[in-house]
Nanobody, 118 residues
Framework: QVQLQESDPGLVKPSQTLSLTCTVS??????????WTWIRQPPGKGLEWMGA???????YYSPTLKSRTSISRDTSKNQFTLQLSSVTPEDTAVYYC??????????WGRGTQVTVSS
């Protein structure tokens, strides 16, 4: 069974770049057909899809976040990473990594709280 675990950056200051890593165990991030995804949930709001990296390494981004978002991977460590630049307090959220197959997110990390504050 695949397991995902987000890193814990904790408090991030405005204008900084948020960096999160998802470590995957029990399955390879290069396995065909899967997408490795970043999702967030601001307080009191719904889930927001941020972007994904396919098993091929191709990346996809939300249009609203594309200018600030970068997703990469380290296949030797079976990890994928989110970088979100120029953060503001509006980027405060619980951030999740997840695996998707088609339209289904079938495995999730526990989530990590990120607070943007000076």
């Amino acid at each position: 069974q695949v397991q995902l675990q987000e890193s814990d950056p904790g408090l991030v200051k405005p204008s900084q770049t948020l960096s999160l890593t998802c470590t995957v165990s029990g399955g390879s991030i290069t396995t065909n057909l899967y997408y490795w995804t970043w999702i967030r949930q601001p307080p009191g709001k719904g889930l927001e899809w941020m972007g994904a990296i396919a098993s091929s390494g191709i990346t996809y981004y939300s249009p609203t976040l594309k200018s600030r978002t970068s997703i990469s991977r380290d296949t030797s460590k079976n990890q994928f990473t989110l970088q979100l630049s120029s953060v503001t307090p509006e980027d405060t959220a619980v951030y999740y990594c997840a695996r998707s197959l088609g339209n289904t997110w079938d495995s999730w990390g526990r989530g990590t709280q990120v607070t943007v504050s000076s």
